[in-house]
């Protein structure tokens, strides 16, 4: 499945895109040669960078393979949008004749061909540059009054790996520094590496500093490269506190706000590990009180809400990376993307992560962020 999956998109384009065009036999060959190349930038990775998450290959080459790829997978979009165009057309017509007859030539694939690059171009671009700062109000109806106004920087899916190194990390770090936030909350997905690996590049964000400090949670990556081994690490050599199902008390003016985490799901995939457990986290929070929960994943929402949190910071979703495949990633994410919602009475913000991950290396009309979340009192 692995090898098989991947194959079908350059076999399905080699016959409905490059075939029609007005090339060359060998013209076609080398085009379809090169659609079937992108197909195996995993196993690439896999076998030359020596891990299919956390390739160790120079920059250059993840970025171009991973161009490639996404040029090969927004062919494979174009094409099956106008082939199921064409096939309603044609079911309708059986029993309406007045729908006219519709026919792609030549001009459509060099057009579909043509549109999938200036996407691919603009899409790695976005994915590549520093992530943007949004600025988003939150208002709580359990936040004491002492906390109004109060300021959260929260950072995820950093993804620090050997295309995105220690220069990326410092660039994040001072950004968030430069914001003055009285939090800084990071949701998961620090890395891709294992820890003797990586942590040269993750070194930097030990200087991230907040007045209230700075706390995180693991995301499903970090149980792919050892999670207690990098809990121990983001803890003793960055400073930044891990909720591991528990929490901690952030104390403002004589009044208290609760700032809790839970294991990711991934933990589930490896015996042995701490399963997320909300009751656990929250275990002797009044129900009065404002809990923040960072959870990794969004799509546990409803369960986090029940509890009693008053606001769930999540990520993992990326922001859905391209129009089409967002569809997707909503659909396994609890119907959750990006942005703000309300779940029974909850908040949930969901980032679209700070940083990229190699395995798709695109953003379309998906900017990375750096969140400012202010917090306020909600009037009753």
Wanted: charge should be positive; glycine fraction near 8%.
């Amino acid at each position: 499945m692995f090898m098989l999956v991947p194959l079908l998109l350059p076999l399905y384009l080699t016959f409905r895109l490059i075939l029609p065009l007005p090339l060359s036999a060998a013209a076609k060959t080398v085009m379809s040669a090169l659609l079937f190349a992108a197909a195996l930038k995993q196993q690439f990775f896999l076998y030359f960078g020596g891990d299919f998450f956390s390739p160790e290959l120079p920059v250059w080459v993840i970025v171009a393979y991973g161009a490639a790829f996404c040029a090969l997978f927004m062919m494979f979009l174009f094409t099956l949008c106008k082939d199921i165009f064409l096939l309603a057309a044609a079911v309708l017509r059986c029993f309406c004749k007045a729908v006219p007859a519709f026919h792609t030539g030549p001009g459509a694939a060099a057009v579909i061909i043509a549109l999938s690059l200036i996407c691919t171009v603009y899409g790695v671009y976005e994915a590549q540059r520093m992530p943007r700062e949004a600025n988003v109000r939150i208002a709580l109806d359990k936040l004491p009054r002492e906390f109004d106004g109060f300021k959260i920087v929260l950072l995820s899916d950093l993804h620090i790996s050997a295309s995105r190194r220690a220069d990326f990390a410092r660039e994040v770090s001072d950004a968030a520094n430069a914001l003055s936030p009285d939090l800084i909350l990071i949701a998961g997905d620090f890395i891709d590496g294992r820890v003797d690996i990586r942590s040269g590049d993750v070194l930097p964000l030990a200087a991230l500093h907040a007045r209230c400090g700075v706390f995180g949670v693991l995301g499903n990556h970090e149980y792919y490269f050892g999670p207690a081994e990098w809990k121990s690490f983001f803890e003793e050599r960055l400073g930044i506190k891990i909720l591991l199902n528990g929490h901690t008390v952030v104390s403002q003016k004589g009044a208290d706000l609760v700032v809790a985490g839970v294991a990711d799901e991934a933990a589930r995939r490896f015996p042995g590990r701490e399963l997320p457990d909300v009751k656990k986290a929250l275990s002797g929070v009044s129900q009065d009180t404002c809990v923040i929960l960072l959870d990794h994943q969004p799509r546990k929402a409803v369960r986090n809400a029940a509890a009693g949190v008053s606001l769930q910071l999540s990520g993992h979703t990326h922001g859905g990376m391209a129009p089409l495949i967002s569809s997707l990633v909503k659909k396994f994410n609890g119907g959750f993307l990006r942005g703000l919602y309300d779940v029974g009475g909850m908040k949930l913000y969901v980032s679209p992560g700070t940083g990229i991950w190699n395995g798709f290396l695109v953003r379309i009309f998906d900017p990375a962020e750096i969140t400012v979340i202010t917090l306020t009192k909600a009037e009753s």
